[in-house]
């Protein structure tokens, strides 16, 4: 079975159903919650052949509150616990909630 790709922008990225957390942490940008995409990909020599795209090895994850699209390797992103994070403003320990 074929890997399932989507586009964010102007990013592509393999789904990987082991990352079905609602929010992660990601090292050394400890404050703030991200979504995690999927594995980045990118087009190689046969693409326009094959249609088929190959993993760089970094994960897509988008800040919580924001629409930027980030890469991070695997072992840098964590799961965050139920209700860690506003949903409002992708803050870690944010008082307002929004979850």
């Given amino acids: ?8 922008g102007r990013h592509r990225y393999e789904v ?8 992660y942490q990601i ?12 594995w980045e990909v990118v087009a190689d020599e046969d693409t326009e052949w094959t249609g088929q795209y190959v993993r760089t090895g970094e994960m897509l994850a988008v ?5 930027s699209v980030w890469t991070f390797p695997p072992d840098a992103i964590t799961p965050l616990a139920e209700g860690a994070y506003c ?3 992708g803050q870690i320990g944010c008082g307002h909630g929004g979850r």
Avoid at 1 to 8: K, L
Avoid at 16 to 23: G, I, K, L, S
Avoid at 27 to 38: F, K, T
Avoid at 63 to 67: A, R, S, V
């Fill in 63 to 67: 800040m919580g509150g924001d629409d």
């Fill in 16 to 23: 990987d159903p082991t990352y079905n957390a609602d929010a």
């Fill in 87 to 89: 949903g409002g403003c």
């Fill in 1 to 8: 079975m074929d890997a399932i790709t989507r586009e964010f």
């Fill in 27 to 38: 090292e050394r940008h400890g404050g703030i919650a991200w979504h995690v995409l999927g």
